[in-house]
Every structure is written in structure tokens, then in C-alpha cells.
């Protein structure tokens, strides 16, 4: 089953996006072992270079490591990813923020309102 | 930086009517091009002239540095968009007959996907549906090992979950040292595995252009910016 895209964005960035969250939410663990690109991009279903352009811009982030043997891993380096899902929390709280202020609510009400859904 | 196709000023025309006219077009290896127009817009003129089973009017065309014709043919995997072989042949036929025409045939590879497609070799080619004939050849096509695929209209006759199998086989078998053409409108199917775009309108190059690159200046899928470039107008004026 290939992954799910949004056909009018660039595919490489939102491979980038897909995979920086599946790091951050933990699917791929600091230090875990990537499949290769050509397996990338059969389960993604999507070109081979367009992965290979997104796996570089991962690495270039910092996200993921290619180690000279045995290819490419998720970077060991937990403040890193650490530091990446807080961005990407920000990111959604901005959102989040946008949403509930064009409905009138202020920062602190808004606040008040994950609360209570946290609840239900 | 060489390219693996070239094709400089070429035209073709059959009787009166031009079919292809001064199209120029380079392509690298290393890439998966989507060959798409709308339907009688020239797209397998264009794959039979690259192949050479038509002459070409004016212009040049070489494939890896040789010219078209039976030398470049051998460098050339293509798959027709229509039958290749007598129906009453048995599929075991098929494969021996690229066994021994092709030194680039990989037997093996092939016989792996037979079987994943559950596609017995003792039976007629007739007794396949049309869907299942079309993944044959498609098969045999991609069981080569050379430097240019040629696959014209793979899809058309496949359901969807085939069609998802055939893409991701593609994939998998494609390889850098290779370039691919499809030539489909089945562009939702593609999208997403294509580099390149190549699209003929009014006989001529409309446009050659990386699909990303598309994306990212237009804001569009490529079915959306392929829809844009061929609507016509039917409430008056040109386009």
C-alpha cells in the first residue's frame, strides 16, 4: 500500500514531513536501522530519486545518519529529535491557535479547551 | 552530460496529415518519464519512430549514441500497446522466444513474476484475460536488463490492484542505469513515480519538465496542470 500524498505539493517534502514525524512520534527509534531508498520508495510508492532527495534533506537536517557500512540509521541524537517534536507541536499548536481565534477565543480560552477535551 | 534519447527537429507525417512536427527532446538516464497527451495526439508515432518500425520524415533520433534502427533496438526494451504474439502460442513460447532474441532476458526475474502473477506458463496466451495478457508482456518487457523501456499504454486494460502491482514492479525493478518511458493518461495512477514529464499538443513538444518542479510552481497535481493544458474552451474562443 503506497502512502498517502497530496498530488499538487511536492512529493519530497512531504516525504520529509511523513518521515520527521514518524520519527518524532517514536515509529522510528533514535538509532534504528532505515530501509534502503529503493525499499523507501516501493512501500511509498513513489520515484526512487524523489526519496533519495528527501532521505538527503533528512540527513542534512540532522534527522537521520548514514553510516558508512550498514546505511542509514535514525540519528542517536535524542535532543535532536527531542528538539524536532517540540517544532513540530509548535506547528500544529500555531494551527490550533489560528482556528480557535477566527472562533473568538483567546489564547488562554483556548488552552482551557484541550484541557476539557483531554478529558473526554 | 550525454543523454540517453535524442531526438533533434523530428517530424512525421502520414499522408497529409502531420502527426509529430520538429519535436526536439533529450532525455538522461536514470529517470522515469511520463510520455501523456490526449488520445490520436501522436504518442506511439513517436515510440514506433524511436523504435524505427516508422521512418522518420525529417530529423534524428539516437538512442545511447546509436541512430535508430535495428542496432539501437537491441539497447530498447518496448512493450507494444497491442499483442505481441499469436494467441494460440502457449505463454512458455513467449518466454523462450525472449530467451533466445534478447542475451539481456533474465529468465529467472521472469519466471519470478510469472508466479507471482499466477500466470502459468502451459496455457495459451488467448485463454488470458485482457488485463492478465497486458502484465504478460509487461513482464517479459521489464524481464530485460538494457538501458531504455518503452512501455506504451501499460495500464489501460488492468484493474486497479493490478495496476497498483504493476507500478510498484516497475519501482522495483527500475534501475539508474536506465531510463523509462510510459506513455498513459492514466495520470492519477503515475503521478507519483514520475520524474519527467513529456506532452505533445498541436503536434509539437508542449512541454518537458520535471513533475516536482510542476508542484511546486503551479500548485497543481499534474493531472490537474495536464486537464489545464488540453481543456478547450467549448463556450467560444480559442482555449
Known amino acids: 500500500m503506497s502512502w498517502d500524498f497530496d498530488e499538487t505539493r511536492p512529493i519530497f517534502q512531504q516525504i520529509v514531513e511523513m518521515i520527521t514525524r514518524d520519527i518524532v512520534s517514536g515509529k522510528y527509534k533514535a538509532g534504528d536501522k532505515l530501509p534502503s531508498v529503493r525499499e523507501f520508495a516501493v512501500t511509498a510508492g513513489v520515484n526512487p530519486n524523489t526519496m533519495q532527495k528527501a532521505l538527503s534533506a533528512l540527513e542534512e537536517s540532522g534527522l537521520i545518519v548514514t553510516q558508512r557500512n550498514s546505511g542509514r540509521t535514525v540519528t542517536d541524537n535524542t535532543k535532536l529529535i527531542g528538539k524536532m517534536r517540540k517544532e513540530a507541536a509548535l506547528d500544529a499548536a500555531k494551527k490550533y491557535l489560528e482556528i480557535t481565534r477566527a472562533v473568538g477565543l483567546s489564547a488562554d480560552e483556548a488552552i482551557e479547551v484541550i484541557k476539557e477535551a483531554d478529558k473526554l | ?239
Open chain 2, 1 to 239: 552530460m550525454s543523454y540517453l534519447l535524442c531526438m533533434d527537429n523530428v517530424s512525421k507525417s502520414f499522408g497529409k496529415k502531420k502527426v509529430l512536427d520538429g519535436i526536439s527532446l533529450k532525455l538522461k538516464s536514470n529517470k522515469i518519464v511520463g510520455l501523456i497527451s490526449p488520445n490520436g495526439s501522436g504518442k506511439t508515432t513517436l515510440i514506433k519512430l524511436i523504435m524505427d518500425y516508422l521512418t522518420l520524415d525529417e530529423g534524428s533520433i539516437t538512442v545511447d549514441g546509436i541512430s535508430a534502427g535495428p542496432m539501437a533496438r537491441d539497447v530498447i526494451a518496448y512493450l507494444p500497446d497491442r499483442a505481441m504474439f499469436n494467441g494460440n502460442r502457449k505463454i512458455s513460447y513467449a518466454v523462450s522466444y525472449y530467451e533466445t532474441a534478447y542475451s539481456d532476458f533474465d529468465k529467472a526475474k521472469c519466471e519470478k513474476y510469472l508466479k507471482t502473477f499466477e500466470i502459468n506458463t502451459d496455457e495459451t496466451i488467448s485463454s488470458l484475460s485482457k488485463g492478465t495478457a497486458e502484465i504478460l508482456y509487461l513482464i517479459l518487457t521489464l524481464s530485460r536488463n538494457t538501458k531504455l523501456y518503452l512501455i506504451d499504454e501499460p495500464l489501460a486494460s488492468v484493474d486497479p490492484v493490478n495496476r497498483e502491482i504493476i507500478i510498484t514492479t516497475i519501482l522495483r525493478e527500475f534501475n539508474e542505469d536506465s531510463t523509462v518511458m510510459i506513455s498513459t493518461h492514466l495520470l492519477n495512477e503515475v503521478e507519483t513515480i514520475l520524474d519527467e514529464v513529456v506532452m505533445i499538443k498541436d503536434n509539437k513538444l508542449f512541454c518537458h519538465k520535471s513533475v516536482e518542479e510542476i508542484r511546486e510552481e503551479t500548485g497543481k497535481s499534474l493531472n490537474e496542470f495536464f486537464k489545464d493544458s488540453f481543456r478547450k474552451n467549448w463556450f467560444g474562443g480559442d482555449k
